[in-house]
């Protein structure tokens, strides 16, 4: 049995956490559970765990001091897994550091996220054991840069990178590369063609060697970052070269071919792919993994590469903003704020305000406006006895009085008076 310690500062989630796996079908003990650093550090002297999940922000002494503290006295183990409050690009950062195996956050953590990680770091303390103390760690280390890039990519494939300077710190701190011609994503779906069924851990094993494979491949013809989606999806984001754009579909069929004919021949596993529209740059991947997204499910075994329509990424983000547009109309009623409408559309507010002021011919908050006087104006005229303090509020707007800020200042006159002039003259 491997020991595992607990340790954080709130007993709702140190009984929570506990109580989360049958944790001796992992083949875990819990050895201890401790409610700050300094105490977690005592208890890591006295008991010797293999496994220490820790939550970053404790009194005394944090996660991360506590980690280098033991890498510093008793080194490669334990190993740790980081719980955090929140996805925060600067505590991943430390955690590659410290050599994490994993940092979970509390908010969204399900079992299964936690089992996932609790056999990832049961494989990193047998393979520390089985290489012995003295020998460097590097699996350790690659193992978790990685992940942290796959979190990279997510992010960047759904338009939520907070900001160009958030944006430039990840890819300096990851390692990541963008300083080629053009950018595409490849989406590829594993279809097993074993007659045998596959038990769980075998099944994840198999995945995981498909996409060490798929990169190995793939870096054969181009640079790429793969990026593993779920259990049966990867994506590939492909680095091509100024001349390789200017033939993108024969270069992109070629790679795959060869890339689908290693993967059958080494794992008897076929490879269904959508790719995406290319890009010129790396802000734009975006587009390209959801032009990819499309039309993949169109890749079927008669038809197992498909591309994107060609279509420039201004149509595709123009269709984009004419959604939003749509939605902020459907729901003209309601307070629309950006965060609100980004969040509904899985952007980031600073890449929805981006897209919608390069595409949308105004700002985000200038076409809102310009929507809720038009429907204001008709609310106004269809109904001679709506009062203004009752259409500021069914529009969703803070006061009467700012809604007759804003009313003037776009029409060049109050409600009242526009009401006024709703009604025609007596002779």
């Not at 140190?14 to 083949?27: H, K």
């Not at 749509?326 to 307070?335: A, G, P, T």
């Not at 406006?369 to 069914?394: F, H, N, P, W």
Request: aromatic share 10%.
């Amino acid at each position: 049995m491997m020991k595992l310690l607990i340790a954080d500062d709130e007993m709702l989630v140190l009984v929570g956490l506990t109580s989360m796996l049958d944790w001796n079908a992992l083949g875990i003990e819990i050895a201890g559970t401790a409610h700050n650093g300094s105490q977690t550090l005592e208890m890591i002297g006295s008991f010797s765990p293999d496994i220490v999940l820790a939550d970053i922000s404790m009194p005394v002494k944090n996660g991360l001091d506590v980690a280098r503290e033991s890498r510093e006295k008793y080194g490669k183990l334990p190993v740790f897994l980081f719980l955090t409050s929140y996805e925060d690009f600067s505590f991943a950062r430390e955690a590659v550091r410290v050599q994490a195996v994993d940092y979970l956050v509390k908010i969204s953590l399900t079992p299964g996220q936690l089992e996932a990680a609790m056999k990832k770091a049961v494989q990193t303390v047998q393979e520390i054991k089985a290489r012995g103390t003295k020998q460097e760690q590097p699996a350790v280390r690659s193992g978790t840069q990685a992940l942290f890039r796959d979190r990279f990519f997510l992010q960047l494939f759904n338009g939520r990178i907070a900001s160009p300077a958030a944006f430039r710190e990840q890819i300096s701190e990851l390692g990541i590369k963008f300083d080629s011609a053009c950018y595409a994503v490849v989406i590829c779906e594993t279809v097993m063609k074993q007659n045998r069924p596959l038990s769980a851990e075998a099944r994840t094993r198999l995945y995981a060697s498909t996409l060490q494979t798929a990169e190995g491949t793939v870096a054969k013809y181009c640079p790429c970052y793969v990026t593993g989606l779920d259990i049966k999806h990867f994506a590939v984001t492909l680095l091509l070269s100024s001349l390789q754009a200017g033939q993108y579909r024969d270069t992109v069929e070629a790679v795959l071919a060869k890339l689908r004919e290693v993967v059958f021949s080494y794992f008897s596993v076929d490879l269904y792919c959508a790719a995406g529209i290319p890009v010129s740059s790396p802000s734009d991947i975006t587009v390209s993994y959801r032009s990819a997204s499309e039309v993949s499910a169109g890749a079927v075994e008669r038809t197992p590469v498909v591309f994107a329509r060609a279509e420039n990424k201004i149509a595709y983000k123009d269709r984009i903003v004419a959604q939003v547009q749509e939605y902020i109309r459907s729901n003209i009623c309601r307070r629309l704020s950006l965060n609100d409408v980004a969040a509904a559309f899985g952007f980031t507010p600073n890449y929805l305000s981006q897209l919608f002021a390069k595409s949308g011919g105004t700002g985000f908050v200038e076409y809102v406006t310009r929507e809720k006087i038009a429907a204001a104006k008709k609310m106004l005229q269809d109904d001679s006895g709506l009062l203004v303090y009752e259409c500021a509020d069914r529009l969703g707007f803070e006061s009467a009085f700012y809604f007759s800020t804003v009313f003037k200042k776009v029409e060049g006159c109050s409600p009242s008076e526009y009401k006024d002039g709703l009604i025609p003259e007596q002779s």
